[in-house]
C-alpha cells in the first residue's frame, strides 16, 4: 500500500504560478509512472502529467509549456510547477503512482487549485 498526500494548492489570480508537491509513503525511485490529474467541477478527471522511473516526462496539450513534473528521489516527492495559470485550470489536482502491475495504482486525496481574479 502506498499514502499519497498531495499539498501546495490555493487561489492563484491569472497569470500567477503555484507549486504541486505529492508526498509518497515509500520509495518513488522505482515506481513505474508518477502522474499528475485534475478534475474541474462537473467534468471527469483528465491526465496532466506523467513522469517514468527513466526520467521520459509528457504533458497533455493543454499544459504543455506551462505546466513542469519533476520528483526529489531522496524525499519521496513528486512536484508539478506550474507557470501561466489560467481560470481553466482550475480543479482538484491528484497524484498517482503507478507499478504498471495489477492492481498497484494508488491516488492521493487531491489538493484544490482555484484561479481567479
Known amino acids: 500500500q502506498v499514502q499519497l498526500v498531495e499539498s501546495g494548492g490555493g487561489l492563484v489570480q491569472p497569470g500567477g504560478s503555484l507549486r504541486l508537491s505529492c508526498a509518497a509513503s515509500?520509495?518513488?525511485?522505482?515506481?513505474?509512472?508518477m502522474s499528475w490529474f485534475r478534475q474541474a467541477p462537473g467534468k471527469q478527471r483528465e491526465w496532466v502529467a506523467h513522469?517514468?522511473?527513466?526520467?521520459?516526462?509528457i504533458y497533455a496539450d493543454s499544459v504543455k509549456g506551462r505546466f513542469t513534473i519533476s520528483r526529489n528521489n531522496a524525499m519521496n516527492t513528486v512536484y508539478l510547477q506550474m507557470l501561466s495559470l489560467k481560470p481553466e485550470d482550475t480543479a482538484v489536482y491528484y497524484c498517482?503512482?503507478?507499478?504498471?502491475?495489477?492492481?498497484?495504482?494508488?491516488w492521493g486525496q487531491g489538493t484544490q487549485v482555484t484561479v481567479s481574479s
Open positions: 513522469l517514468f522511473s527513466a526520467g521520459t516526462t
Open positions: 498517482n503512482a503507478n507499478y504498471a502491475q495489477p492492481g498497484r495504482d494508488y
Open positions: 515509500t520509495s518513488i525511485a522505482s515506481i513505474y509512472r
